[in-house]
């Protein structure tokens, strides 16, 4: 019991410290680059009839000179008609390309593999990395561009899901908190991770790691890069913001769902232990609330839950609210009974014997 409650002490200090943080330490971001350069953006598809078009609608869309942008599909080996759907779409547009990809370098293989070719074509100093099932905003480039002073290497936007289906809303909930959490730490300075969904790397911090095919191979090649290109010296920028909200399709199915998700948990692995910290504490909260049941009463257990529950959603309100974004408040109690769902379920699949599967293919 004494165990337990030292975790209820400590778990709501570190979610009341986070929360003021969140109020109290916002940071501003501008729409004004110092200069507006030529820019890369680099996708890689595999097998997205579903989703390329909308991708390359909305980067045909961006509030930046269209020559200033060169965009780069790497084609992974698609067996649908990705590849016919993105040469339709670009048949008119120079600054387009989309190169096939038939061979691997170096340590990297998968979606790495295709970043890594990609950037050895790219002919610009800063790489815009998206994903293809992505929708970036008007303004993204403007955004990214204007946090990437001297001594920057990564920029990372926010990322969210768009869908109708209830599952889809309560994901994206999920997205906007754990980003949430990541941002209050990235804010006072501490890195933590970032994401090649939504990402800007320099292009001469890249090439001082050596690329994705000289760093270990790694399911989440983000991470992987992001770290290295730290421990080279450079620094980084989280940026929360509407202007660089991009929109993801949610997952197709709940197997998909579930091996995403696996990936994830994955990549958690290599975070920073502060970062370890903080989402192990909140991953047990549940196991050590229920065994706490048996040594005190239904009243004192109920009061620990809705302190959580008060807690979690007025630092969820808050990145809605810095996204523009709102919820029926019943969302914020069923967001809960998501958490401890989804979490129970995740956590069983990780220590399972199955092997990751990210786009057709086994890790």
């Not at 609608?57 to 930046?64: D, Q, S």
């Not at 990609?118 to 970036?136: N, S």
Request: hydrophobic residues 50%.
């Amino acid at each position: 019991m004494i165990l337990s409650v030292i975790y209820f002490i400590v778990y709501f200090s570190i979610f009341l410290a986070l929360l003021y943080l969140w109020v109290y330490n916002r940071k501003s971001y501008s729409l004004q680059p110092v200069v507006q350069p030529r820019i890369s953006i680099l996708i890689a598809a595999r097998n997205e009839e579903h989703s390329i078009l909308r991708c390359l609608t909305a980067i045909e869309a961006l509030n930046y000179p269209h020559t200033k942008i060169e965009v780069l599909i790497g084609d992974d080996a698609s067996t649908d008609n990705t590849r016919a759907i993105v040469d339709d779409f670009i048949k008119d547009k120079p600054n387009y390309r989309c190169i096939t990809i038939t061979k691997t370098i170096g340590n990297a293989r998968g979606k790495a593999n295709v970043l890594a070719q990609l950037t050895k074509l790219a002919t610009t100093d800063y790489f815009f990395y998206t994903d293809a099932d992505i929708a970036v905003p008007k303004n993204w480039i403007q955004a990214m561009l204007a946090e990437l002073k001297e001594d920057i290497g990564v920029v990372t936007g926010v990322t969210t899901i768009t869908g109708n289906h209830f599952f889809h809303k309560m994901q994206a909930l999920d997205w906007v908190y754990s980003l949430g959490l990541v941002q209050v730490v990235a804010d006072i300075g501490l890195p933590v991770t970032t994401m090649g969904n939504n990402m800007l790397l320099r292009r001469e911090a890249y090439e001082q790691v050596g690329g994705f095919e000289t760093i270990r191979f790694s399911i989440t090649e983000d991470i992987a890069i992001f770290n290295e290109i730290l421990h080279k010296g450079w620094n980084f920028r989280n940026i929360y913001t509407r202007n660089a909200l991009a929109l993801s399709l949610p997952a197709a199915n709940f197997v998909q769902y579930i091996n995403q998700r696996k990936r994830w948990m994955s990549g958690s692995m290599h975070l920073p232990l502060y970062m370890a910290v903080i989402f192990v504490l909140h991953a047990a909260y549940y196991p050590v609330l229920i065994p706490f049941f048996a040594y005190t009463s239904v009243a004192v257990m109920g009061g620990i839950f809705l302190l959580k529950l008060i807690f979690q959603s007025v630092f969820v309100h808050i990145c809605l609210h810095r996204l523009n974004l709102a919820v029926p408040w019943h969302y914020y109690i069923l967001f809960e009974l998501y958490l401890v769902v989804s979490s129970v379920m995740l956590i069983i699949y990780f220590f399972m014997p199955f092997r990751t599967v990210w786009k057709g293919r086994k890790y």
